[in-house]
C-alpha cells in the first residue's frame, strides 16, 4: 500500500496527472481496512483497556492516536475530493490528491515503524 500511495503522489504532484482508479482502490482500502477494521477495532477494544488501566483519553497514547485517525480521515477526505474534481475535468485536484497521498502514507509509517518505499 506505501508503494501504491507514494507512486500515485509523485504522479500527481510530477507529472499532474492522477489515476482515479487506482486512486479510487486507496479510497476503498483505507475506508474499509483501516478505518472501520483495524481503527475500529482499537476505539472498541484497545482503547477501553488501556484507559481501564489509566491512560487518559485526550492524551497520551489514545488520545495521539484518535489525533491521528481524524487526520487519516481527513486525506482520505482530500483524495475523494480530488478525483471526483479531476473525473469531472477539473486540474486542481492532483496536488491535492498527491500531497494526501504522501501524508498518508508518513502516518502509516509512523504507526508501523516502516520507511516510504
Do not use: W, Y
Amino acid at each position: 500500500m506505501l508503494g501504491c500511495l507514494e507512486a500515485i503522489a509523485a504522479r500527481a504532484m510530477n507529472d499532474g496527472t492522477l489515476d482515479t482508479a487506482s486512486a479510487a482502490g486507496v479510497l476503498t482500502f483505507f475506508r474499509v481496512f483501516a478505518d472501520r477494521c483495524h481503527h475500529g477495532q482499537e476505539v472498541r477494544l484497545l482503547f477501553p483497556q488501556m484507559e481501564s488501566q489509566g491512560f487518559f483519553p485526550t492524551s497520551g497514547p489514545t488520545g495521539g492516536m484518535r489525533r491521528e485517525h481524524q487526520e487519516g480521515r481527513q486525506h482520505v477526505v482530500t483524495i475523494a475530493e480530488a478525483a471526483a474534481l479531476v473525473s469531472a475535468g477539473g486540474k486542481p485536484g492532483e496536488v491535492s490528491a498527491g500531497v494526501s497521498c504522501r501524508s498518508t502514507a508518513r502516518i502509516i509509517c509512523i504507526e508501523t515503524g516502516q520507511s516510504l518505499p
